[in-house]
C-alpha cells in the first residue's frame, strides 16, 4: 500500500485493518523523506512509528505473509524512487539537468549531510532499490523451487511454492503513465520522475506475480510477462475519483 501522507494515513489504515484482522504493509513515497530530516534518520522514524501501529513498513525490506493453503507470498517493497533513463522524451542525462531546476520544490528531501538530494542522488537511491528488489526475487524463486540457499542470502525461510509481490511508489514502466506525460516535452523531466524501465525484471525468470505502484494520476492494470502491474491511487485527500476503494486483487 503506497501511501500519501505516512503518519495520517497510517493512523487511519490501521484502524480499518484492525477491524479485519489482517496485516498491513505500507511503503513510503517521496513525499516521507521531504521536509528537515535526512534520509536514514526519516526512514528510521518512520519505521518506529510503524511499529507502534503495527504496520509492516518496507523500504528495501520484505516480509512473508502465510496463505490458508500454506503457501506464502513474500512482499518485496521500496520507494524505488528513478534512474531518470526512461529514454523519453529526453535521455537521463537531460532529465537530471531539467529536475535540477524543477524538481523537488518548496520541501526538499536531505542527505543526511544536510545538503538537499538532488537529482543524481536519486539515481543512486534507486540503483540500490533495484538491486535489492532484484536479489530477492532471484533468492524466492530459487528456494521456492526447492533449491538450497546460500548462508548469507537476502531472504530466508522460503518454503516450497512461495510466491512473491513487489511494491514500490514509483512505477516500475512507462505503460503505467498516461500518454499526455509520457510525450510532455514542455517538462521533459517529469515522466523519468514518475517512472523508471524495469521491465526486465518482469519478463525473466522469478518474475514477481504482481507489482503495485502509486506516484501516477490514475489507476492502471496491465501485464508485463508473468507479472501483474496495478496502480490505485487515491490522489491528494484521497481526491481522485477513479480511486477503487473497494480493490482487492488475490495471487
Known amino acids: 500500500m503506497p501511501a500519501p501522507s505516512c503518519p ?4 487511519s489504515a490501521t484502524h480499518r485493518s ?12 517521496d513525499a516521507e523523506f521531504a521536509g528537515d530530516t535526512p534520509v536514514r534518520d526519516a526512514i528510521a522514524r518512520r519505521r518506529k512509528l510503524a511499529r507502534d501501529l503495527g504496520i509492516t513498513l518496507l523500504c528495501d525490506d520484505l516480509v512473508r505473509l502465510p496463505g490458508p493453503d500454506g503457501r506464502g507470498v513474500f512482499v518485496i517493497g521500496a520507494c524505488l524512487w528513478t534512474d531518470w533513463a526512461l529514454g523519453y522524451p529526453c535521455t537521463a542525462s537531460q532529465a537530471r539537468a531539467y529536475a535540477r531546476d524543477a524538481w523537488p520544490g518548496e ?3 536531505l542527505l543526511g549531510s544536510g545538503r538537499p ?7 543512486g537511491l534507486h540503483a540500490r532499490s533495484r538491486a535489492f528488489i532484484e536479489d530477492c ?7 521456492a523451487g526447492g533449491h538450497g540457499a546460500s548462508p548469507r542470502t537476502l531472504v530466508r525461510d522460503v518454503q516450497r511454492g512461495d510466491r ?4 514500490t511508489h514509483f512505477a516500475p514502466s512507462v505503460c503505467s503513465l498516461p500518454p499526455e506525460i509520457a510525450a510532455r516535452r514542455w517538462e521533459p523531466w517529469r515522466a523519468a520522475f514518475l517512472a523508471s524501465n524495469l521491465e526486465s525484471v518482469m519478463t525473466r525468470w522469478g518474475a514477481p506475480v504482481l507489482w503495485l ?4 494520476p490514475r489507476p492502471v492494470s496491465y501485464r508485463l510477462g508473468d507479472t501483474r502491474v496495478v496502480a ?3 490522489g491528494p485527500a484521497r481526491g481522485n475519483p477513479r480511486f477503487d476503494p473497494a480493490l482487492v486483487l488475490e495471487v
Request: aromatic share 0%; no cysteine.
Open 137 to 143: 526475487l532471484a533468492s524466492i524463486v530459487v528456494q
Open 117 to 123: 538530494l538532488a537529482p543524481h542522488d536519486v539515481s
Open 8 to 11: 495520517a494515513s497510517s493512523r
Open 213 to 216: 505502484h502509486g506516484h501516477v
Open 18 to 29: 484492525a477491524l479485519r484482522g489482517r496485516p498491513l504493509v505500507l511503503v513510503p513515497g
Open 107 to 109: 520541501r526538499p528531501t
Open 164 to 167: 512473491a509481490v513487489v511494491v
Open 232 to 234: 490505485n491511487p487515491g
